[in-house]
């Protein structure tokens, strides 16, 4: 079937303004998950959700960071008023469960490049 | 907290060459490790990975073996080929999330 898919591909952004980055999930699965991939800087960890548990929101940077899950399948990752700080290719994952044994399947990944 | 340092690239090697990516973790108890591998324009795969010390992962000719007595998962392989360039991370599961290294990149020369 299908992977992780993730719109858009590459996202370029004035300084101030407000982007939204989408992630579908592979169909079935109940957990998804949002990193971010900065140069130099590995993965990060943003955000989670499993189910319609409320999602683990420890890793987003600043408020200016949110997310959302409707239905309990696509994902939209809000960030108003970027910086450019905020560029970097931004991961989504799915996972069946969140047992350690549930292997995350990852997107292509949105680039956000904030000029 | 939790971290995972890999050694940084890039690295280079000719074809056929004997590859080792060095990871070491710092980790209350005994998470699960992993291997991911990035190829170029591509996402994030899994590649291999142990859920308790002394576990060998293996795929695609890559072994790491989990090390508790010096919290490694090396990354090696006996000959590598072209097509096994891409970006390497070492990783370690906590509940629910995973904390990644930063990465290594790899160049493989025909």
């Known amino acids: 079937g299908a992977g992780v898919s993730q719109s858009p591909s590459n996202k370029v952004t004035e300084k101030g303004k407000d982007v939204e980055l989408r992630c579908d999930p592979i169909s079935g699965h109940t957990a998804l998950y949002w990193y971010r991939q900065s140069l130099g800087q590995g993965l990060e960890f943003l955000i989670y959700?499993?189910?319609?548990?409320?999602?683990?929101k420890s890793g987003l940077p600043s408020d200016r960071f949110s997310a959302e899950r409707t239905g309990g399948s696509v994902s939209t990752l809000t960030i108003q008023r970027t910086q450019q700080e905020d560029s970097a290719v931004y991961l989504c994952?799915?996972?069946?469960?969140?047992?350690?044994?549930?292997?995350?399947?990852f997107g292509p990944g949105t680039r956000l490049t904030v000029t | 907290g939790d971290s995972v340092t890999q050694m940084e690239g890039p690295v280079t090697l000719s074809e056929e060459a004997f590859l080792t990516i060095n990871c070491t973790y710092t980790a209350t108890g005994y998470p699960s490790l992993f291997w991911y591998v990035q190829y170029p324009g591509e996402g994030l795969q899994l590649l291999l990975k142990?859920?308790?010390?002394?576990d060998k992962g293996s795929n695609k000719g890559f072994e790491a073996t989990y090390r508790k007595e010096t919290t490694s998962f090396h990354l090696e392989k006996g000959s590598v080929q072209v097509s096994d360039s891409a970006v390497y991370f070492c990783a370690l599961r906590r509940d629910d999330k995973i904390i990644f290294g930063k990465g290594t990149r790899l160049h493989i020369l025909p």
């Open positions: 994952a799915s996972s069946l469960g969140t047992s350690g044994r549930d292997e995350q399947y």
């Open positions: 142990a859920t308790k010390a002394d």
């Open positions: 959700f499993q189910g319609n548990s409320a999602p683990d």
